[in-house]
């Protein structure tokens, strides 16, 4: 046969479980609750080292520029610098480039002035020769005629 529980004993077991229950359930919440806090600690300092590396990366980012910038003067000086150079030596070499002509076309004019006194020479000895010849040959002929 089959023996029914009492109801004040079984009324008394629900009691003690509903208690354990009641007592997991707080347990379990207090566990939530520092899990919870742990998480929100846990958040709280990756954002604050977050931040912190945040501000290194701006702070390296703003170096960074400062040297771009610094570089970039730097160039712009330089190129700066080459073409006043480049200009200088185009104006020197335009000043050597005039010289040489210049000393060319008086080189050449000499050449020519001198060409043309040696021409008027051998044109003088030519027409010398030529009245030499003439007499030779008058020369000649009134010697055979005499």
């Known amino acids: 046969m089959a023996r029914t529980p009492d109801p004040a004993q079984e009324l008394s077991l629900l009691h003690a479980e509903n208690r354990h229950l009641k007592d997991t359930v707080a347990v379990m919440r207090q566990s939530l609750e520092v899990l919870v806090l742990d998480k929100n600690a846990a958040v709280q300092q990756a954002v604050a080292a977050s931040q912190g ?28 610098e080459a073409v006043a150079q480049g200009k200088a030596e185009n104006r020197e070499l335009q000043v050597a480039i005039q010289a040489l002509r ?42 055979g005629r005499k």
């Open 53 to 80: 590396e945040i501000e290194n990366m701006k702070a390296a980012v703003v170096a960074l520029r400062e040297v771009l910038e610094t570089l970039r003067a730097q160039r712009d000086r330089q190129v700066q």
């Open 102 to 143: 210049e000393r060319l076309d008086q080189a050449l004019f000499d050449e020519r002035d001198r060409a043309r006194i040696e021409r008027r020479a051998l044109e003088d000895e030519l027409a010398q020769l030529r009245q030499t010849v003439v007499v030779l040959r008058e020369a000649l002929q009134a010697g």
